[in-house]
């Protein structure tokens, strides 16, 4: 499956972005997805993620109550709502899929990835 990332760009502290992951080649709704991230001097960290139906989310403690993942599979579309932004939120965000029903947390456990796409959270 092939992803590409849209919607990152640069947004004041306390302000909302919604990042876009638009999925083709094969069936999207076969697949896991998760919203990974990699600050600059950082290891990649998995943010969210969600199962192939939607009914199981994951979110990282640091974005709870803050993000949300969600997916429509008849538009093959995987997103990311992030709300109350704050400058440590600043990454190349990337969308990344597993070829199962139910999510990993490890990044080594997603078979295809994204190009990723730029959020910068000024203070």
């Known amino acids: 499956v092939q992803l590409v990332e849209s919607g990152g760009e640069l947004v004041q502290a306390g302000g909302s972005l919604r990042l876009s992951c638009a999925g083709s080649?094969?069936?999207?709704?076969?697949?896991?997805m998760g919203w990974f991230r990699r600050a600059p001097g950082k290891e990649r960290e998995l943010v969210a993620a969600i199962s192939w139906s939607g009914s199981s989310t994951y979110y990282a403690d640091s974005v709870k109550g803050r993000f949300t993942i969600s997916r429509d599979n008849a538009k093959n579309t995987l997103y990311l709502q992030m709300n109350s932004l704050k400058p440590e939120d600043t990454a190349v965000y990337y969308c990344?899929?597993?070829?199962?029903?139910?999510?990993?947390?490890?990044?080594?456990?997603?078979?295809?990835w994204g190009q990723g796409t730029q959020v910068t959270v000024s203070s």
């Open positions: 080649g094969r069936t999207f709704s076969a697949y896991a």
């Open positions: 990344a899929a597993r070829g199962s029903r139910y999510y990993y947390t490890l990044d080594r456990d997603y078979d295809y």
